[in-house]
């Protein structure tokens, strides 16, 4: 899995942070901040589902 | 029971229409997903309208929700360009292009379409905002404008004057209400709105109402106000909110009451669901009714609309979120802020700019809103989703 975060689109709402919160963190203006970006397969279902989540789209995630 | 669905249509290619198909395909769905666009654009994103593209940082293109080549890997049929004019629940069928459509399931996700101000249709200088194509006209015309005149000081009003200013174009926001968003998010924060605009010299005109927007018979010249003030202007938005897209559904016999009524797993009739803007469900936390026009409850409600479609549907329950920008204000909520009668700042304070508050209705929590304080908002939504004794929250 890699993952990468198009930070200028983040609009700081979290919603990454409570669907992953091993590997997504937020910075005191509320941007996204990768704690990992090759996390292991057993959480690529949460992962997935911050990427659908995340109301900017700002998530991209391959496999 | 009815046997799974083998086809599955949905009319709506925006955030909520287009989440659902891709969850879906994510649950597993392997049969005919059909998306109707009336806009003639592949879906894309409808906040950034008032703010990145409104100020000119991003291009339309990057509004896209899904990347092109998704659509193919989805395997997902987008229809563009053409709207869905009629449903017949008993048939099963949703008419498109003069052609009845079969259905196994149906999502309706066509959103809400903007309110217009009475007798200015047609008139020239006079913008809503909603689609990407009302976006770029209005940017267009409010930089040539002397000054704009923004009718509504909601979410929208408030949040367009901020961009505008930000381009340094002359705003004059009016609003009946005391303060910006003061329906939405009570009258401390909204005073606090006040003075942000105000100091970013926005021209505030509350608690006026507009009489009549004037013209010369093809241009807007102005708005008068009830107190008889003329504002001269050639550029008015007017955001005085919006109404949900259900004309197509008329004589359907589904509750077109405020939206297209559904139960709690989202469900409007048998085989029939809706989700995003043009939905109310019934909300069990809350025991009532609801429908929620904010970007987030698009996503959330697409992707419970979509398990439901197949069968696994419990009821959708969320914490509703919204966010809005203005200037570097960042401002945030969980739950619901409106129509609450407590409100307390529990962290960080107004002076300083950045701060958490509680919104309570009788002994419990409804809402959090932070000023500038995502992580302590992530924080104290909690109080919320689990719905704490008004005292401990404020204790704590
Ligand atoms: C300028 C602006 C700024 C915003 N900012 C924020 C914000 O900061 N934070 C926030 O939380 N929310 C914000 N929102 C709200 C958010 O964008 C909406 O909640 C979200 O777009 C709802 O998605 P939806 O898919 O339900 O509806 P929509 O995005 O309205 O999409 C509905 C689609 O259905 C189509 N349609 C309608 N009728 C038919 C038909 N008969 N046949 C086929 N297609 C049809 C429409 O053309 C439209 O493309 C903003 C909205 C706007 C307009
Ligand atoms: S969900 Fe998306 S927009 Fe929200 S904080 Fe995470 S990356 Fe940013």
């Given at each position: 899995?890699?993952?990468?975060?198009?930070?200028?689109?983040?609009?700081?709402?979290?919603?990454c942070v409570?669907?992953?919160?091993?590997?997504?963190?937020?910075?005191?203006?509320?941007?996204?901040?990768?704690?990992?970006?090759?996390?292991?397969?057993?959480?690529?279902?949460?992962?997935?589902?911050?990427?659908?989540?995340?109301?900017?789209?700002?998530?991209?995630?391959?496999a | 029971?009815?046997?799974?669905?083998?086809?599955?249509?949905v009319?709506?290619?925006?955030?909520?229409?287009?989440?659902?198909?891709?969850?879906?395909?994510?649950?597993?769905?392997d049969?005919?997903?059909?998306v109707?666009?009336?806009?003639?654009?592949a879906g894309?994103d409808?906040p950034?309208?008032?703010?990145?593209?409104?100020?000119?940082a991003w291009?339309?293109q990057?509004?896209?929700?899904?990347?092109?080549?998704?659509?193919?890997?989805?395997g997902?049929?987008?229809?563009?360009?053409?709207?869905?004019?009629?449903?017949?629940v008993a048939?099963?069928?949703?008419?498109v292009?003069?052609?009845?459509?079969?259905?196994?399931r149906?999502?309706?996700?066509?959103?809400?379409?903007?309110?217009?101000?009475?007798?200015?249709e047609?008139?020239?200088?006079?913008h809503?905002?909603?689609?990407?194509?009302?976006?770029?006209?209005?940017?267009?015309?409010?930089?040539?404008?002397?000054r704009v005149?923004v009718i509504?000081a909601?979410?929208?009003?408030?949040?367009a004057?901020?961009t505008l200013?930000?381009?340094?174009?002359?705003?004059?926001?009016?609003?009946?209400?005391?303060?910006?968003m003061?329906?939405?998010?009570?009258?401390?924060?909204a005073?606090?709105?006040?003075?942000?605009h105000?100091?970013?010299?926005?021209?505030?005109?509350?608690?006026?109402?507009?009489?009549?927007?004037?013209?010369?018979?093809?241009?807007?010249?102005?708005?008068?106000?009830?107190?008889?003030?003329?504002?001269?202007t050639?550029?008015?938005?007017?955001?005085?909110?919006?109404?949900?897209?259900?004309?197509?559904?008329?004589?359907?016999g589904?509750?077109l009451?405020?939206?297209?009524?559904?139960?709690?797993?989202c469900?409007?009739?048998?085989?029939?669901?809706?989700?995003?803007?043009v939905?109310?469900?019934?909300?069990?936390?809350?025991?009532?009714?609801?429908?929620?026009?904010?970007?987030?409850n698009?996503?959330?409600?697409?992707?419970?609309?979509?398990?439901?479609?197949?069968g696994?549907?419990?009821?959708?329950?969320?914490?509703?979120?919204?966010w809005?920008?203005q200037?570097?204000?960042?401002?945030?909520a969980?739950?619901?802020?409106a129509?609450?009668?407590?409100?307390a700042?529990?962290?960080?304070?107004?002076?300083?700019?950045?701060?958490?508050?509680?919104?309570?209705?009788?002994e419990?929590?409804?809402g959090?809103?932070?000023?500038?304080?995502?992580?302590?908002l992530?924080?104290?939504?909690?109080?919320?989703?689990?719905?704490?004794?008004?005292?401990?929250?404020v204790?704590?």
């Amino acid at each position: 899995m890699k993952i990468t975060v198009e930070i200028d689109r983040c609009v700081g709402g979290g919603q990454c942070v409570m669907a992953a919160p091993d590997v997504f963190d937020q910075d005191d203006d509320g941007l996204a901040v990768l704690l990992d970006p090759d996390p292991p397969a057993g959480l690529a279902d949460d992962v997935q589902l911050a990427a659908r989540l995340c109301p900017a789209r700002a998530i991209v995630v391959e496999a | 029971m009815t046997p799974p669905p083998r086809r599955i249509v949905v009319v709506g290619a925006s955030a909520a229409g287009l989440t659902a198909a891709e969850s879906l395909r994510a649950d597993g769905f392997d049969g005919d997903v059909t998306v109707i666009g009336a806009e003639p654009h592949a879906g894309y994103d409808r906040p950034p309208l008032s703010k990145q593209l409104l100020s000119g940082a991003w291009e339309a293109q990057r509004l896209e929700l899904l990347p092109h080549h998704r659509y193919d890997e989805l395997g997902i049929d987008c229809r563009l360009g053409t709207a869905a004019t009629a449903l017949d629940v008993a048939g099963r069928t949703v008419r498109v292009d003069g052609a009845d459509l079969g259905y196994d399931r149906l999502l309706i996700a066509t959103g809400v379409r903007p309110r217009t101000w009475p007798g200015t249709e047609g008139l020239r200088g006079v913008h809503v905002l909603r689609t990407v194509d009302d976006a770029v006209a209005f940017r267009e015309a409010a930089l040539s404008a002397r000054r704009v005149v923004v009718i509504g000081a909601g979410f929208l009003g408030a949040e367009a004057a901020a961009t505008l200013r930000g381009l340094g174009v002359p705003v004059t926001l009016v609003d009946p209400a005391p303060a910006p968003m003061q329906r939405q998010v009570g009258p401390d924060v909204a005073r606090l709105l006040a003075g942000l605009h105000a100091e970013h010299d926005v021209d505030l005109r509350l608690g006026a109402t507009v009489r009549a927007v004037e013209d010369d018979g093809d241009h807007v010249t102005g708005v008068r106000l009830g107190d008889g003030t003329a504002l001269r202007t050639t550029c008015v938005l007017v955001a005085i909110g919006a109404t949900p897209a259900t004309a197509w559904l008329d004589g359907s016999g589904l509750d077109l009451t405020d939206g297209v009524g559904c139960d709690a797993q989202c469900r409007a009739a048998p085989d029939v669901f809706a989700a995003g803007d043009v939905a109310r469900w019934f909300h069990r936390g809350y025991g009532t009714s609801v429908r929620v026009e904010h970007r987030t409850n698009a996503t959330e409600q697409a992707m419970a609309a979509a398990r439901a479609m197949l069968g696994a549907g419990g009821p959708y329950e969320p914490v509703p979120y919204v966010w809005s920008d203005q200037y570097d204000t960042k401002i945030q909520a969980y739950g619901r802020t409106a129509g609450a009668d407590r409100f307390a700042v529990i962290s960080g304070s107004p002076d300083d700019r950045r701060f958490v508050a509680v919104y309570g209705r009788g002994e419990r929590v409804v809402g959090v809103l932070g000023w500038r304080s995502p992580r302590e908002l992530l924080r104290a939504r909690a109080l919320v989703a689990a719905g704490v004794a008004w005292r401990d929250a404020v204790a704590a």
